[in-house]
C-alpha cells in the first residue's frame, strides 16, 4: 500500500497502524516480542504535559518523553520561534561554515557554563557529545606529548550512551555487556550510594567511592586521560543519588593527578535538578561537560560538548600537522535546532529566576513522600530535583521478584490505563516529568501511580 501524505497517515485505523508499526518497526530499548503483546500506542499530539493517542485519550507525560521535554509539549513560544526560522533555512552545514544560530548558541553555552569553557562543538544527541569529550581528550594527550594517558575512568554503574566509546567509558553491562570484546580498556570506582531522598550527608559507601579512586589514581593516574561521571543523579543507574561535596572532592583529585574531569550533564543539565547544571550547586570546573535532552527541550536533535580554550589551542596547527579535530556530523549545529536551543534555555532562565521551578521541586518532593514513604512494597525511594525513583520489592523479608514478573513493566503498563505514561528500570519505576508539571498535575501523577502499583500488586497475589 502506498502511502501518499501525512495527511492520510493521520487518517488510517489504528487497526492499520498497529500492523505497520509490528510489521516495520524495530523499537530502541525495548524488547519487540514482549511489546508485540501489549496493547499499542500512537502519540498523535501533545500539549503541556499531555500527549492524547490517535483513539483520543490523554496521557500525562511523566517521562518527559525519554527525560526530554523540559517545557512540555507544544510550547507556544518554541513553536513561534521554530515557525520563523523554517521560512529561512532548515540546514546548513556546520563544517567550515557558520550560520547566525549557531555563534549565538556558542556564545550563549560559553556564558552559561562554569569557568573557562568557552568552546562549544556540536553535534546531535547525548552518546555523541561524551564521544566527542573523550575523543578530545585522548587526542589532547597526544598533541602534549603525553601518549601513555589513554585510560578512561568511569563509575559504577554509569551510564553514558550507546557509541562505543561511551559504552566503554561506562558501567552499563546490563545493557552493553555483549559488546565488551569490542571495547578499549577502562576503569571503574565505585558508586557512592547516597540512597535517601535528597540524602546529603557522606556515608561509609561516600568514603569507599572516594578511597579507590584517590588509590587509582594514585597507582595509574600517569596513564589517565579522563574521569566521566554524571553530577548528582546518576539517572540510568536508577535515579542513584550522590552527596553534597562528593563531586568537588572528585574535582580535586582530578587536578591533583592531572586527569581530564568530564561531566556528563545530558540528564541532570538544563534545570532538571533545580539550577542550570546540575554542577552550579558546587561550583565545580570540568575540563568538559557534555549537554543534549533538555538543550532543546525535546523538540530536535541537538547535543553539545563544551571544553576551555587551552583544549581548543592544543588543536591549532597547519592542516599537514594532522593537529586538527576530524569528528563531526551531518547535521552538526543544525539551524532549526539551534534556534529552539536558544529559545528554551531562554525559557529556561526564566523558570529558574521566577523561583516556579523551586516550588515545584518542593511539593513534587512532599507528595512524593507522602505516596511511598513507609510503603511495604517499596524497598528504597530517591529523589533530588524533579527526579524520582522507587525500588520496588515482594515485601520485608522475603526475596526479590523472578526477573520474568516484569514487575515493573507491569506497573508501568497498568498505569497506561490510568492516563500514566512512565518506564521501568527492571523493578523500578523512574519518574522524570516535564519541569513546568503544575501541583494538580503532581497529585494526578502520584495517585494514579498508587493506583496502578496496587491493581499489579492485587494481581500477582491472586
Request: a negative charge.
Given at each position: 500500500?502506498?502511502?501518499?501524505?501525512?495527511?492520510?497517515?493521520?487518517?488510517?485505523?489504528?487497526?492499520?497502524?498497529?500492523?505497520?508499526?509490528?510489521?516495520?518497526?524495530?523499537?530502541?530499548?525495548?524488547?519487540?516480542?514482549?511489546?508485540?503483546?501489549?496493547?499499542?500506542?500512537?502519540?498523535?499530539?501533545?500539549?503541556?504535559?499531555?500527549?492524547?493517542?490517535?483513539?483520543?485519550?490523554?496521557?500525562?507525560?511523566?517521562?518527559?518523553?525519554?527525560?526530554?521535554?523540559?517545557?512540555?509539549?507544544?510550547?507556544?513560544?518554541?513553536?513561534?520561534?521554530?515557525?520563523?526560522?523554517?521560512?529561512?533555512?532548515?540546514?546548513?552545514?556546520?563544517?567550515?561554515?557558520?550560520?547566525?544560530?549557531?555563534?549565538?548558541?556558542?556564545?550563549?553555552?560559553?556564558?552559561?557554563?562554569?569557568g573557562v569553557l568557552s568552546r562549544?562543538?556540536?553535534?546531535?544527541?547525548?552518546?555523541?557529545?561524551?564521544?566527542?569529550?573523550?575523543?578530545?581528550?585522548?587526542?589532547?594527550?597526544?598533541?602534549?606529548?603525553?601518549?601513555?594517558?589513554?585510560?578512561?575512568?568511569?563509575?559504577?554503574?554509569?551510564?553514558?550512551?550507546?557509541?562505543?566509546?561511551?559504552?566503554?567509558?561506562?558501567?552499563?553491562?546490563?545493557?552493553?555487556?555483549?559488546?565488551?570484546?569490542?571495547?578499549?580498556?577502562?576503569?571503574?570506582?565505585?558508586?557512592?550510594?547516597?540512597?535517601?531522598?535528597?540524602?546529603?550527608?557522606?556515608?561509609?559507601?561516600?568514603?569507599?567511592?572516594?578511597?579507590?579512586?584517590?588509590?587509582?589514581?594514585?597507582?595509574?593516574?600517569?596513564?589517565?586521560?579522563?574521569?566521566?561521571?554524571?553530577?548528582?543523579?546518576?539517572?540510568?543507574?536508577?535515579?542513584?543519588?550522590?552527596?553534597?561535596?562528593?563531586?568537588?572532592?572528585?574535582?580535586?583529585?582530578?587536578?591533583?593527578?592531572?586527569?581530564?574531569?568530564?561531566?556528563?550533564?545530558?540528564?541532570?543539565?538544563?534545570?532538571?535538578?533545580?539550577?542550570?547544571?546540575?554542577?552550579?550547586?558546587?561550583?565545580?570546573?570540568?575540563?568538559?561537560?557534555?549537554?543534549?535532552?533538555?538543550?532543546?527541550?525535546?523538540?530536535?536533535?541537538?547535543?553539545?560538548?563544551?571544553?576551555?580554550?587551552?583544549?581548543?589551542?592544543?588543536?591549532?596547527?597547519?592542516?599537514?600537522?594532522?593537529?586538527?579535530?576530524?569528528?563531526?556530523?551531518?547535521?552538526?549545529?543544525?539551524?532549526?535546532?539551534?534556534?529552539?536551543?536558544?529559545?528554551?534555555?531562554?525559557?529556561?532562565?526564566?523558570?529558574?529566576?521566577?523561583?516556579?521551578?523551586?516550588?515545584?521541586?518542593?511539593?513534587?518532593?512532599?507528595?512524593?513522600?507522602?505516596?511511598?514513604?513507609?510503603?511495604?512494597?517499596?524497598?528504597?525511594?530517591?529523589?533530588?530535583?524533579?527526579?524520582?525513583?522507587?525500588?520496588?520489592?515482594?515485601?520485608?523479608?522475603?526475596?526479590?521478584?523472578?526477573?520474568?514478573?516484569?514487575?515493573?513493566?507491569?506497573?508501568?503498563?497498568?498505569?497506561?490505563?490510568?492516563?500514566?505514561?512512565?518506564?521501568?528500570?527492571?523493578?523500578?519505576?523512574?519518574?522524570?516529568?516535564?519541569?513546568?508539571?503544575?501541583s494538580e498535575e503532581i497529585d494526578?501523577?502520584?495517585?494514579?501511580?498508587?493506583?496502578?502499583?496496587?491493581?499489579?500488586l492485587k494481581k500477582i497475589s491472586?
Amino acid at each position: 500500500m502506498a502511502i501518499a501524505s501525512i495527511d492520510i497517515v493521520c487518517e488510517n485505523s489504528k487497526t492499520t497502524l498497529d500492523q505497520w508499526d509490528r510489521k516495520h518497526s524495530w523499537h530502541p530499548f525495548t524488547q519487540m516480542k514482549e511489546y508485540a503483546a501489549l496493547p499499542q500506542l500512537h502519540v498523535e499530539r501533545g500539549e503541556g504535559c499531555w500527549v492524547w493517542d490517535t483513539e483520543g485519550n490523554r496521557y500525562l507525560d511523566a517521562n518527559a518523553s525519554i527525560w526530554t521535554n523540559a517545557h512540555g509539549h507544544n510550547d507556544p513560544e518554541i513553536n513561534a520561534a521554530l515557525k520563523v526560522q523554517i521560512d529561512k533555512i532548515a540546514h546548513s552545514t556546520y563544517l567550515g561554515l557558520s550560520h547566525p544560530l549557531g555563534a549565538a548558541l556558542g556564545k550563549k553555552l560559553a556564558d552559561m557554563v562554569p569557568g573557562v569553557l568557552s568552546r562549544a562543538i556540536f553535534s546531535d544527541n547525548g552518546s555523541n557529545a561524551v564521544e566527542i569529550a573523550l575523543k578530545l581528550s585522548f587526542q589532547y594527550w597526544q598533541l602534549r606529548e603525553k601518549p601513555e594517558k589513554r585510560l578512561v575512568v568511569g563509575m559504577q554503574d554509569g551510564y553514558h550512551g550507546d557509541t562505543f566509546g561511551a559504552m566503554a567509558a561506562g558501567d552499563s553491562g546490563g545493557f552493553h555487556g555483549r559488546f565488551d570484546p569490542w571495547l578499549f580498556e577502562s576503569r571503574v570506582f565505585s558508586s557512592p550510594a547516597c540512597d535517601e531522598v535528597n540524602g546529603q550527608e557522606f556515608s561509609a559507601d561516600t568514603e569507599k567511592s572516594l578511597s579507590e579512586l584517590k588509590i587509582l589514581l594514585e597507582t595509574e593516574g600517569t596513564c589517565i586521560a579522563a574521569l566521566i561521571l554524571e553530577p548528582s543523579i546518576q539517572g540510568p543507574a536508577g535515579m542513584r543519588l550522590q552527596p553534597k561535596g562528593f563531586l568537588k572532592e572528585v574535582e580535586a583529585l582530578c587536578r591533583r593527578f592531572e586527569v581530564h574531569l568530564i561531566l556528563d550533564e545530558v540528564f541532570v543539565g538544563c534545570g532538571r535538578t533545580g539550577s542550570m547544571l546540575a554542577c552550579d550547586t558546587e561550583s565545580i570546573e570540568p575540563d568538559f561537560l557534555c549537554l543534549a535532552k533538555g538543550l532543546t527541550a525535546g523538540y530536535l536533535p541537538l547535543a553539545a560538548t563544551l571544553t576551555s580554550e587551552s583544549v581548543y589551542q592544543a588543536f591549532l596547527g597547519s592542516f599537514e600537522s594532522g593537529r586538527g579535530f576530524f569528528h563531526g556530523h551531518t547535521f552538526t549545529g543544525n539551524p532549526l535546532a539551534a534556534c529552539v536551543a536558544l529559545k528554551s534555555i531562554e525559557k529556561l532562565e526564566r523558570l529558574i529566576d521566577s523561583k516556579r521551578l523551586k516550588e515545584t521541586i518542593a511539593y513534587f518532593g512532599e507528595r512524593f513522600e507522602e505516596a511511598f514513604r513507609g510503603h511495604p512494597n517499596v524497598d528504597e525511594m530517591r529523589q533530588r530535583g524533579l527526579a524520582a525513583a522507587i525500588d520496588l520489592c515482594p515485601g520485608e523479608g522475603r526475596e526479590a521478584w523472578p526477573i520474568d514478573e516484569r514487575v515493573g513493566m507491569q506497573v508501568c503498563v497498568e498505569a497506561r490505563k490510568q492516563g500514566l505514561l512512565l518506564r521501568p528500570l527492571m523493578d523500578s519505576i523512574l519518574i522524570v516529568p516535564p519541569l513546568v508539571i503544575s501541583s494538580e498535575e503532581i497529585d494526578f501523577l502520584f495517585e494514579n501511580l498508587k493506583t496502578a502499583l496496587s491493581a499489579v500488586l492485587k494481581k500477582i497475589s491472586n
